[in-house]
């Protein structure tokens, strides 16, 4: 069976994260961070080749980097977040609003495809 074009959807995401972190980190040295990149773009592979072994590890990803938004987010509300104005706090929220959704459409395009997977076979 071969993935579907949601699915390349899905992994381009991923595979895109992997390659900016793996060019982030070599500069500055952060071997964490070269890990992460490489694992993820091997995920993104495993995605499109529809191996058993992706699927958990796209699930850690998207769950990882949603996590971490929220992290980031309380760090900001604790440095003084929101703005005086409510329409510059709407806007700083749009970008990451977005992530969300990419990280949530991201997780059940691989649950589908793999649902569908396992009916075939």
Excluded: K, N
Excluded at 25 to 39: A, D, E, I, N
Excluded at 94 to 102: N, Q, R
């Amino acid at each position: 069976m071969r993935a579907s074009w949601t699915m390349l959807l899905a992994a381009g995401p991923l595979a895109l994260w992997g390659a900016w972190a793996l060019w982030m980190s070599v500069p500055h040295g952060q071997w964490l961070t070269r890990v992460l990149g490489g694992l993820a773009l091997v995920t993104a592979g495993g995605l499109v080749l529809l191996t058993a072994w992706a699927r958990p590890l796209a699930y850690s990803f998207a769950a990882g980097l949603v996590i971490s938004w929220f992290y980031a987010v309380g760090q900001v509300i604790w440095h003084g977040w929101p703005y005086a104005d409510w329409l510059g706090t709407v806007l700083s929220l749009v970008p990451g609003a977005l992530f969300l959704v990419v990280c949530a459409g991201g997780a059940w395009v691989v649950h589908r495809q793999y649902r569908r997977r396992v009916r075939e076979t």
